[in-house]
C-alpha cells in the first residue's frame, strides 16, 4: 500500500471513532438529555450543560413574561358567569364613582346616566373578601346629594363608617391577580411615618401603623408597599397631635419614592375638628388592565368618600380617577 492509501485509510479510522462517540454505539450510552430544553451532557463535561440549561430556561421566562405583559388586554380570565354591564361600572355604598369605557375613566357627576339597566351582577372589591352580588335599577343615593347609583342586595359587605370602605364593579374578570397581603410592620414602616409627618410639623416618636399591605400593582414581580399610620378619636373631632396619612413606597430603578395618597395633620386647636381618617378599602384590577388599583376611603366626622388611584406611570406615580362622596 502507497503513502497515499495509508493516509487515506487513517482518516477513515478516526472518521468512525468520531462518529461512535458523537452518536453512541446504541445501547443508549454517550448522550443524556436533561429537562425539556434539549440539552446534551456529555460525561465529565456536566458544568457545562447546567449552565447552558440555566441560560435557556431564563430566556424561556423572560419570553413568556414579555408574552404576559403584552397580551394581557382588557380581561385578565375568561370572566365568570353573570349579567355583566358592557361598561365596567364601579359603585359605592352611597353612589357609583364612574366607570371604564375601554380607554379611559368615566367620573359620575350628578346628573350622569349609568350604561346600567337593572339587575346587573357586581364582584365585591373589599379586602380580603371575594363575593358577587347583584344592584338595582339606577336610582339616587345620599338625598339630598341625589348620586346616581344603585342599590345592591349586599351592600353592608362594602364596610361601615369610618371605614375602610371598598366598592363593587359589574365586571367578570379576576379583580386580585397579583399579590395583595396585609402583613405586620418591623418598625421600618412605622419610622418612615414618623418622617412623613415631622416633615409636616408633627413629632411622633411611635406612629401607629393602621394598615401595611403588600402588593403588586404591576404584576412586575417588584412588589410596592402601601402605609396608612393613624392616630384618632373615635367621634373623628380632632385635637392637636392627631394624624392620618397614607402613602406608598415603590422601587423605580435604584430608587425608593414615597407618594402621598391621604393625609391629615393636626397641629394646633385651629385645626380642630377638620380631621379625615384615611384607609385602604381594596387593591384590585377595576379596568381589566391586568394592572391594579388603589380603593381609598377617607372618613370625617359627618361624611365619607371613596377614590380609586391608578398607578399611571414612573412619572406620574399614582393618580386619582375616580370618587364619590356623601355628607354635609
Known sequence: MNRAAWILAGLFVVLVVVLIFMFGDGDGEGTTTTGGVGSTSLPGASTT???SSTTQAEAATTTFAEATTTTAGTTTTAGLEGNWAG???????????GWWDGSSWSQVEPQTSLPLSGGESFQIAMLG??????????????????????????EEVLGDFPGPLGVAISASWELVPHLVEE???????????G?????RGLNVADPVIKQLLRVD?????????IVVAEDVPADLFGEPGDYSIVFLRKTVGSDIRTSILGEAVVLDAEDAPLLYSFSIGSVADL????????VLSSAYYEGVAVEVWEYVNDDQ??????????GA
Open 287 to 294: 379596568n381589566g388592565d391586568g394592572k391594579m388599583e388603589i
Open 217 to 225: 400593582l404591576e404584576g412586575d414581580g417588584v412588589n410596592e408597599v
Open 87 to 97: 361598561d365596567p361600572v364601579v359603585v359605592a355604598a352611597f353612589g357609583a364613582l
Open 49 to 51: 450543560p447546567a449552565e
Open 129 to 154: 373578601l371575594q363575593a358577587i352580588t347583584t344592584g338595582s335599577e339606577p336610582t339616587t343615593l345620599c338625598e339630598p346629594l341625589a348620586n346616581p347609583g344603585v342599590v345592591l342586595d349586599n
Open 195 to 199: 418622617e412623613l409627618l415631622a416633615e
Open 183 to 193: 402583613i405586620e410592620d418591623d418598625g421600618t414602616n412605622a419610622g418612615f411615618a
Open 317 to 326: 406615580g399614582p393618580v386619582p380617577q375616580l370618587g364619590q362622596g356623601c
